[in-house]
């Protein structure tokens, strides 16, 4: 009874048209009318469609998956290459040249601030400083002999005066003689890891030449190159994902310190990041850096692989519908998008939350096809 009325009204319509009526009123109803009368036709194939699918077992529709349009946190980040610094790192240099007689410490090893890490022959400044003591005590015992004549008024004040110089410049020699021992030992600065070791027993160290490196085994940071275009968006306290290919971690963290330079080599400017003190990043590690330079809350955002476009560059995705009994259709929903981060895309018109998507069967569904779900993909 409904086709017949639907097929009425297709007749009616047509015969007025074959009049040859060209009222601008009349034209417009008719074409109210064919209007109504389509999508009435479209909603009933698809009811009957259900209808079939669910009455005829040998009838098949295309089986697509659905995915639920949900409000979730949307992050946009792009991606730069760096570095693990250690907080601290030095060459281990001697202050004066001489044999190496000792080397005390190996590569790997974590030694304390203060510590000797490699020994020059002092041999010579050992004999010196015995002749220098030696000689200051026998200055000590004129001077105190000196000083008790000087007090009972007995002798010069330049004999007095003699013995006291000879005794405080014996006090200063030894003091020197003491510091240049001092200089034969190569002591660690800080507490930290020997990351290279250079020296070996027997050989001849020079002033500034390098014998091997200490790094801290305290704080880290990893620092990265930043392109010239996001100095105004990326700033301290910018969240970060930081990724470790070779010990398979992510982290999050924030930017720590931002630099004011851009290097004219290449348009960039440096970013650092701190790092727990955990041991396991090491100095030179390579990271993986993805600056989070958008965030939205509540925001609505679907696989990228589900938005398609068209010849003329719209963007649409297909919408299902349902109809009855897990049988819907499907609607070419044209859509806004926003940014992209390579998975969502964030949709920012021409969906309502809680629609469904066609997912798994979005790229072979044409728009007012009727088709069967087969499960509810998880977004």
């Known amino acids: 009874m409904k086709n017949s009325l639907i097929w009425a009204v297709a007749l009616g319509a047509v015969a007025c048209s074959q009049e040859g009526n060209t009222d601008l009123a009349q034209l417009q109803g008719e074409r109210d009318s064919l209007v109504a009368l389509t999508q009435t036709a479209a909603a009933r194939i698809q009811e009957i469609d259900a209808q079939l ?54 590569e790997g090893e974590r030694v304390v601030a203060g510590q000797t890490l490699i020994e020059l022959d002092n041999s010579v400044m050992r004999s010196s400083l015995d002749e220098v003591k030696k000689s200051l005590s026998l200055a000590t015992t004129l001077f105190e002999k000196q000083e008790r004549l000087w007090k009972q008024g007995i002798g010069s004040e330049v004999q007095y005066l003699q013995a006291k110089t000879n005794k405080e410049s014996l006090e200063q020699r030894i003091q020197t003689v003491q510091n240049q021992l001092a200089m034969s030992r190569v002591k660690a600065p800080f507490a930290g890891t020997v990351d290279e070791m250079n020296a070996k027993e027997g050989e001849f160290a020079a002033p500034g030449m390098a014998l091997g490196r200490l790094i801290s085994t305290g704080k880290a940071s990893v620092t990265a190159d930043i392109p010239e275009s996001y100095s105004n968006v990326v700033g301290k306290g910018q ?141």
């Open 53 to 106: 699918a669910s009455l005829d077992s040998t009838r098949e529709l295309t089986s697509v998956t659905v995915l639920e349009v949900r409000p979730e946190t949307f992050i946009h980040s792009f991606e730069a290459l760096g570095k693990v610094e250690a907080d601290r790192s030095v060459n281990l240099l001697p202050e004066m040249g001489g044999q190496i007689k000792r080397v005390l410490v190996s």
């Open 239 to 379: 969240k970060v994902d930081l990724f470790f290919p070779s010990i398979n971690k992510t982290l999050e963290a924030r930017v720590t310190q931002v630099s004011d330079y851009i290097n004219p080599d290449n348009r960039s400017y440096k970013v650092y990041v701190n790092l727990p003190a955990t041991g396991e990043y090491k100095p030179n590690m390579l990271a993986k850096v993805k600056v989070r330079d958008y965030e939205a809350d509540q925001a609505l955002s679907v696989p990228a692989a589900l938005v398609q476009q068209d010849m003329s560059g719209n963007n649409y995705v297909f919408v299902w519908k349902l109809v009855k009994d897990g049988i819907g259709s499907v609607e070419k929903r044209a859509v806004e998008v926003g940014k992209n981060n390579g998975e969502q895309v964030e949709i920012k018109s021409g969906l309502v939350l809680g629609e469904t998507l066609v997912d798994k069967g979005a790229r072979t569904v044409r728009d007012g096809q009727s088709v069967k779900v087969m499960t509810v993909s998880a977004k």
